[in-house]
């Protein structure tokens, strides 16, 4: 897993080199004891530790993200595919 996203309070964090059950299973256990901080990495380019307090009732998204996404074809073009043509 490259890394897992964040999300915490309308912002966007992240967190690498660690397990995506590893850190569920961390956030449950500190929701669990009391109030929790999590250490995320804030920022782009330059990462800063930063602090969330996990609290009951603060939402909270976690997001696994692979290693690597589908890319484009050999053609050039996306291999995903586009929204449904209307008319």
Same mark, same amino acid.
């Given at each position: ?5 964040? %999300? %915490? ?11 995506? #059950? ?19 990495? =804030?920022? #782009?380019?330059?990462?800063? &530790?930063?602090? *969330? ?6 939402? *909270? &998204?976690?997001?696994?993200?692979? =290693? ?6 050999? =053609?050039? &073009? ?10």
């Amino acid at each position: 897993m490259k890394r897992i996203d964040i %999300y %915490y309070g309308g912002e966007h964090y992240s967190i690498g080199g660690r397990r995506f #059950e590893d850190l569920r299973e961390e956030i449950e256990a500190g929701m669990i004891a009391g109030p929790y901080w999590l250490e995320v990495n =804030d920022g #782009e380019g330059q990462m800063r &530790a930063a602090h *969330l307090l996990l609290t009951p009732g603060v939402p *909270l &998204a976690i997001v696994p993200v692979p =290693d690597e996404y589908p890319g484009p074809s050999s =053609d050039g &073009a996306s291999s995903e595919a586009g929204p449904p043509r209307v008319g």
